[in-house]
């Protein structure tokens, strides 16, 4: 477990005890007849909602994987399903293009995910855009990752680079 995810589970911790507290004093005013009572149970009550908050987000947090020699990347295609696009810079080493798509096949796994068509696996493709000529703008799709859409640690993650557009990315990288 990573250290935000267990200082959130310390915070829900620390509010639990806010809660009894909080609780044991709204039961005290309801006693008393203390004027201020319906407001301990609204405080009380919120109290509550931000334990349920910091344990929901403590068990969903995920800190993205950095992988050696990928480099940085943009989702330009993300709903939520299947398929996925990624973007990088033209200048992209053609050694960082495996990297690159394993580390975006971990950082944008979620088991929320739906298969559209009934499809178990994700699919991510990592493109750049080349610019041969003043006004022309060229799509070039470097690679693609499959992977499970329900295994963290997929061992059948499929890699597979586009020689063509690679070269055509270092043509227009020298041309």
Same mark, same amino acid.
């Given at each position: 477990m990573n250290s935000a995810a267990t200082d959130f589970f310390a915070i829900a911790g620390w509010l639990g005890w806010a809660a009894l507290a909080l609780a044991v004093l709204t039961v005290l005013a309801f006693i008393f007849g203390w004027g201020f009572r319906f407001r +301990?149970? &609204?405080?009380?009550?919120?109290?509550?909602?931000?334990?349920? &908050?910091?344990?929901?987000?403590? +068990?969903g947090f995920k800190q993205p994987v950095s992988i050696e020699g990928a480099v940085a990347f943009n989702v330009v295609y993300d709903a939520g399903g299947?398929? /996925?696009?990624?973007?990088?810079?033209?200048?992209? /080493?053609p050694e960082a293009i495996e990297p690159t798509l394993k580390q975006a096949?971990? $950082?944008?796994?979620? @088991?929320? @995910?739906?298969?559209?068509?009934?499809?178990?696996? +994700?699919h991510i493709r990592l493109r750049t855009i080349v610019h041969p000529q003043s &006004?022309?703008?060229?799509?070039?799709?470097?690679?693609?990752?499959? @992977?499970? +859409? $329900?295994?963290?640690?997929?061992?059948?993650?499929q890699i597979s680079t586009n020689p063509k557009a690679i070269a055509r990315l270092a043509q227009a990288e020298h041309g």
């Open positions: +301990l149970v &609204g405080v009380t009550a919120f109290t509550v909602v931000l334990i349920g &908050g910091c344990i929901g987000f403590a +068990l299947s398929e /996925a696009v990624v973007a990088v810079e033209p200048t992209i /080493a096949a971990f $950082n944008l796994f979620s @088991r929320g @995910r739906y298969s559209s068509q009934g499809e178990q696996q +994700l &006004g022309i703008s060229e799509p070039l799709y470097l690679g693609e990752v499959r @992977r499970s +859409l $329900n295994q963290l640690d997929d061992e059948a993650m």
